[in-house]
């Protein structure tokens, strides 16, 4: 049972290049979020997914896009990275009211 | 806006003694808390959770505590390891916003041997 996947787990990217972050989850979950960790700072919730076809901004949202087009995917999109999108980023997915499920992160450089 | 913090940003205890992290949140309508564990390099990870009808919840030497008058939450850690080294976050959830989960920006528990 995988739970929660991220790729890539590392990324350098230049000023201006786009990318996308893969997330899946083999739960059966009907929510999925998308955090960034920066140092020394809890996770700021960017952007989530209530179900399939669902999307709705977290706290720090401007800069991203995200798609959920099948229930087990939810896709992270930097269209143009800036250096201020250099962070770990967390993809989790949970039911309802119940604890959260984590992958192991994505560590993004933009240079 | 609502938000989740912690009193404490780095704690630091002898194995084998007791631990305990607190938390403070300001929305009222959360219903549902969680702490979580983070090691270096992973993603974090439930330890244990309370709903807003109970007062405490107990697991395998943690136990957490929730007072809603003072919109306070803490996690105590019994015979602390060097295992439990590690970030703690609390996180709170609520019928609002879509049920997600907001953190505040954690502590960090150094465990000496």
């Known amino acids: 049972n995988a739970g929660v996947t991220q790729t890539p787990k590392f990324r350098v990217l230049k000023t201006g290049q786009s990318m996308t972050l893969l997330c899946a989850q083999d739960?059966?979950?009907?929510?999925m979020y998308w955090y960034r960790q920066d140092p020394g700072m809890g996770l700021r919730l960017i952007h989530y997914s209530v179900g399939e076809g669902t999307t709705a901004k977290g706290e720090v949202p401007d800069g991203y896009n995200v798609s959920r087009l099948k229930k087990q995917n939810f896709l992270l999109g930097l269209e143009s990275a800036a250096p201020s999108q250099t962070s770990v980023y967390f993809c989790a997915s949970s039911r309802q009211n119940t604890e959260a499920f984590f992958g192991q992160g994505t560590r993004l450089t933009v240079v | 806006g609502e938000s989740v913090g912690l009193h404490l940003p780095t704690l630091s205890v002898q194995e084998g003694d007791n631990s305990i992290i607190n938390c403070a949140y300001s929305?009222?309508?959360?219903?549902?808390f969680i702490w979580y564990k983070q090691e270096s390099g992973k993603g974090p990870q439930f330890i244990i959770d309370?709903?807003?009808?109970?007062d405490k919840r107990q697991g395998q030497r943690v136990t957490v505590l929730l007072n809603k008058t003072v919109k306070h939450l803490s996690l105590q850690i019994a015979a602390t390891q060097p295992g439990d080294s590690a970030v703690y976050f609390c996180?709170?959830?609520?019928?609002?916003?879509?049920?997600?989960?907001?953190f505040g920006a954690g502590t960090r528990l150094f465990v000496k041997a």
């Open positions: 739960m059966n979950h009907e929510y």
């Open positions: 309370i709903r807003s009808n109970m």
């Open positions: 929305n009222s309508a959360s219903d549902y």
């Open positions: 996180a709170e959830k609520g019928n609002t916003g879509g049920f997600k989960t907001i």
